[in-house]
């Protein structure tokens, strides 16, 4: 068995660096449409899990007196925090999801199936469960960070809601530390 091994952090200071992985990762993502160069993808996915790890480990950090454990494992993260904490994320994820699920945010397409036009979208295919997404995100900092030394038995999973899920959990911290917001947007 692995040891987890346990570090003390300063939980604003990994807010903080937490916000900027993620406005890399936006920034990225307007590059993406920008130039319609899906190349950018892995950045995306790797600016994205580091920002949802430093946000579980702020809230670890919060939550434990600045004693976080280290590690990628993002089921890992989310495991060792509180039942309150859990509950709060899942329900700004799931409210999160209804709101882009009724806005109509993710177009639908047309595709042929055997000759045959279908109507597809992003909602009749991905998992949207909060433990799914934890599951295709997990390892997805290492996996896309190392993704020219991945062989075939390594999927390189695509994180879909990976952004719902880094908002819900950065939600949770503004719940409980809503000065930072304040301090975030100087």
Request: contains cysteine.
């Amino acid at each position: 068995m692995k040891k987890i091994r346990i570090i003390h952090i300063d939980p604003e200071e990994a807010y903080k660096f937490a916000r900027l992985y993620q406005k890399a990762a936006a920034a990225i993502s307007t590059e993406i449409i920008n130039s319609n160069s899906p190349s950018l993808i892995g950045p995306i996915i790797v600016n994205s899990a580091l920002a949802t790890e430093m946000y579980l480990k702020c809230l670890l950090s919060l939550e434990n007196s600045g004693a976080c454990p280290t590690g990628h494992e993002l089921k890992n993260l989310y495991r060792a925090l509180t039942l309150d904490s859990k509950a709060q994320i899942e329900k700004y994820y799931s409210a999160r999801l209804a709101y882009l699920k009724s806005s109509n945010v993710y177009p639908t397409g047309i595709v042929k199936v055997n000759g045959v036009e279908q109507t597809i979208s992003i909602w009749d295919h991905a998992k949207t469960e909060l433990q799914d997404v934890l599951e295709e995100a997990n390892e997805a900092f290492v996996n896309w960070r190392y993704g020219y030394e991945n062989d075939s038995k390594v999927k390189l999973q695509p994180c879909t809601f990976l952004e719902e899920l880094r908002l819900a959990i950065r939600q949770r911290i503004e719940e409980l530390k809503p000065e930072w917001l304040l301090v975030a947007h100087r």
